[in-house]
């Protein structure tokens, strides 16, 4: 069962350590979830305190489900770790490098996009995150969002190419995206690997993010990593999002308040 992490923050001293890293996602984490995801916003204050994270530890980043362009645009910090579309965009030697084996299913994202956009651009509450490598459909304006997100899967199951793709649920969400085999865990167990991490703390919201709390309590429990899991559980956060992760806290600005009470670490650590 998750702990209260602001009643808790004894059990993390240990990350208080300049090769510690923090991976977040960003919509309901370090941004407030609004009614249109494209204005999503950090505050100036959140942003001053990842550029001070930043500074102190070996790593400080976002994994999003979001283009890596829109994220880069929404934290607009350069020292910053940057992987979008669930990892299927990376930042490596200051390019984005995108994973070749999407390259054909692009087009059929772009095509299942247009088919929905002519089926439901007329019903209020169903908004388009088009992305290219990857389409998110909102319903959460939705007055029946029960009854919209089994219209939606029942439209995209029966396209043409509607069983080409993965389609992944979240919060009063779907995500459709190439069937790679990525998820958070595994773009998360990559990144640890490749860039010889031992202390991570992940942060996230959704059900998307479940992969990610797992995926560090197996390399935890194996003693590949130290890692912790934290969910933020705000209004409309799924119970098993919680539950999958070691700690929780209540809203966005508790976020901040836990990265606040972590940047005040010994400074003789930072350079």
Same mark, same amino acid.
């Given at each position: 069962?998750?702990?209260?992490?602001?009643?808790?923050?004894?059990?993390?001293e240990?990350?208080?350590?300049?090769?510690?890293?923090?991976?977040?996602?960003i919509?309901?984490?370090?941004?407030e979830?609004?009614?249109?995801?494209?204005?999503?916003?950090?505050?100036?204050?959140?942003?001053?305190?990842l550029?001070?994270?930043?500074?102190?530890?070996?790593?400080i980043?976002?994994?999003?489900?979001?283009?890596?362009?829109?994220?880069?645009?929404?934290?607009?910090?350069?020292?910053?770790?940057?992987?979008g579309?669930?990892?299927?965009?990376?930042?490596?030697?200051?390019?984005?490098?995108?994973?070749?084996?999407?390259?054909?299913?692009?087009?059929?994202?772009?095509?299942?996009?247009r088919e929905?956009?002519?089926?439901?651009?007329?019903?209020?509450?169903?908004?388009?995150?088009? !992305? &290219?490598?990857?389409?998110?459909?909102?319903?959460? =304006?939705?007055? #029946?969002?029960?009854?919209?997100? %089994? $219209? /939606?899967?029942?439209?995209?199951?029966?396209?043409?190419k509607?069983?080409?793709?993965?389609?992944?649920?979240?919060?009063?969400?779907?995500?459709?995206?190439?069937?790679?085999?990525?998820?958070?865990?595994?773009?998360?167990?990559?990144?640890?690997?490749?860039?010889?991490? !031992? &202390?991570?703390?992940y942060?996230?919201?959704?059900? =998307?993010?479940? #992969?990610?709390?797992?995926?560090? %309590? $197996? /390399?935890?429990?194996?003693?590949?990593?130290?890692?912790?899991?934290?969910?933020?559980?705000?209004?409309?956060?799924?119970?098993?999002?919680?539950?999958?992760?070691?700690?929780?806290?209540?809203?966005?600005?508790?976020?901040?308040?836990?990265?606040?009470?972590?940047?005040?670490?010994?400074?003789?650590?930072?350079?």
């Open positions: 069962m998750a702990k209260y992490l602001l009643n808790s923050l004894k059990y993390l240990k990350f208080k350590e300049e090769d510690s890293v923090v991976i977040t996602d919509d309901g984490t370090i941004s979830i609004g009614p249109e995801p494209k204005n999503a916003t950090i505050t100036p204050e959140m942003r001053n305190l550029l001070d994270l930043s500074s102190k530890y070996k790593y980043g976002v994994l999003t489900g979001r283009d890596i362009n829109d994220a880069i645009d929404i934290i607009k910090l350069e020292k910053i770790v940057y992987m579309n669930h990892g299927l965009q990376q930042i490596k030697n200051g390019k984005i490098i995108t994973d070749p084996r999407i390259e054909s299913y692009i087009p059929i994202i772009k095509e299942i996009s929905l956009h002519q089926r439901f651009e007329n019903i209020t509450g169903i908004s388009f995150n088009y !992305k &290219k490598l990857s389409l998110t459909v909102h319903y959460n =304006n939705c007055n #029946s969002k029960n009854k919209a997100k %089994k $219209e /939606l899967l029942n439209t995209i199951y029966n396209l043409k509607g069983k080409l793709v993965k389609i992944i649920e979240g919060r009063e969400l779907l995500e459709i995206r190439p069937p790679v085999g990525y998820d958070k865990g595994s773009v998360l167990h990559e990144f640890i690997s490749e860039n010889h991490i !031992k &202390k991570i703390i942060i996230g919201d959704d059900i =998307n993010d479940i #992969s990610a709390f797992r995926k560090l %309590k $197996e /390399l935890s429990e194996k003693n590949e990593v130290k890692g912790i899991s934290i969910a933020v559980n705000s209004i409309g956060t799924p119970e098993e999002v919680k539950e999958s992760a070691n700690f929780y806290v209540e809203n966005v600005k508790e976020t901040y308040n836990f990265l606040e009470w972590l940047s005040d670490h010994n400074d003789t650590h930072s350079n």
